[in-house]
């Protein structure tokens, strides 16, 4: 059914129509249940409004089963605007607007503006900080203190093909991630207190970089901030036997930072063999590849 269709058929339907088949929802027979979802989903995305009132039923199994369908549709919508934004996009889109996008094909209810003012709020009492400190080495210290010291910001090294590692609201809400979701983060700080900090994809690993004419430190975000030199990430490569390619030590542009997220991500999906997961995660990277 295509869209117009859908919102013909979904107009026909009265109040008392929609409340009979929603209510529906809850009969004990599956067959009924999986016939009703099926109709329900087919009206498309206008069934998130009907369902919302029923999210506080004092039916646990309508309440449950409606929050399902309105995750269900939030997410084909989010896919859809995730794909053509990646579609879309040249080889410098928002990387934060990317990341958000991609959070919200999981999590599509995700408050985004009350994260993005949670970000606001970290970079003012950063600003607060950072002016009493010292040249380059001095400011990411004291980011590096609030982030991973006070915030308690690290690595999640138990469960590190966890797919929330990956997801930013996931990342912030549970202070923990993968080597690209933390420097993500701290990347979105600092362009915020306007500093040159950019992302370093390595091989197996990916740290953030600040330069200027004068300085250049890296920055281990999954190791609490750790500071590295350009000869440290050598050695690094050097280390893993990885070819010295002059790439590796090239800041990514937002557009291939998007890929290695969705990269991360379509691994640990194929980790836990989720296929499904993996699959949507697929048509992300061939978009962003293209």
Same mark, same amino acid.
């Given at each position: ?5 859908? &919102?013909?058929?979904?107009? *026909?339907?009265?109040? +008392? @129509?929609? &409340? ?14 999986? %016939?009703?979802? @099926? @109709? ?11 369902l ?11 309440? !449950? !089963?409606?929050? *399902?369908?309105?995750? =269900? /549709?939030?997410? =084909? ?9 990646? /579609? !879309?996009?040249?080889e ?6 990317g990341?958000w996008?991609?959070? *919200? +094909?999981?999590?599509?209810? $995700?408050? $985004? ?15 607060? !900080? ?8 001095g $400011?990411?210290?004291?980011?590096? *203190?609030? /982030?991973?010291?006070k915030?308690?910001?690290?690595g ?9 590692? +990956? ?12 080597? $690209? %979701? ?15 900090? +950019? ?9 953030c970089?600040? @330069? ?9 975000c ?16 050097v280390?893993?036997?990885y ?8 800041? /990514?542009?937002p557009r ?17 063999? =989720?296929?499904e ?6 048509r992300?990277?061939? &978009?962003?590849? %293209?």
């Open positions: 059914m295509n869209p117009s269709a859908e &919102a013909r058929a979904a107009a *026909q339907l009265s109040d +008392t @129509q929609k &409340a009979a088949l929603i209510s529906l929802l809850a009969d004990d027979d599956p067959a009924v249940y999986i %016939s009703v979802r @099926q @109709q329900l989903l087919s009206f498309g995305p206008v069934v998130r409004d009907w919302r009132p029923y999210l506080i039923s004092n039916d646990p199994v309508l309440r !449950r !089963r409606a929050a *399902q369908i309105i995750e =269900q /549709l939030g997410r =084909q919508l989010a896919d859809t605007r995730f794909l053509s934004f990646c /579609l !879309r996009s040249g410098d889109p928002d990387l934060e607007q990341a996008l991609l959070a *919200q +094909t999981r999590y599509p209810e $995700v408050n $985004v503006e009350a994260y993005r003012a949670l970000l606001d709020e970290y970079a003012l009492r950063l600003h607060e !900080r950072v002016v009493f400190a010292h040249g380059a080495r $400011v990411l210290t004291v980011i590096n *203190q609030y /982030l991973f010291e915030l308690g910001f690290a999640d090294e138990e469960n590190y093909y966890d797919p929330d590692n +990956t997801y930013l609201n996931k990342v912030i809400d549970r202070r923990k991630g993968n080597p $690209v %979701s933390l420097c993500v983060l701290y990347m979105l700080i600092a362009r915020r207190l306007h500093l040159p900090v +950019t992302g370093i994809g390595l091989p197996g690993h990916f740290v970089r600040f @330069q200027t004419s004068c300085e250049e430190i890296y920055i281990d999954f190791n609490r901030g750790k500071f590295m030199t350009r000869a440290d990430c050598i050695h690094y490569l280390r893993g036997k070819n010295l390619h002059e790439e590796y030590l090239v800041p /990514l542009t291939r930072l998007l890929l290695r997220m969705c990269g991360n991500l379509h691994r640990s999906y194929f980790h836990l063999e =989720q296929a997961e993996a699959k949507r995660v697929h992300y990277l061939v &978009a962003l590849a %293209s």
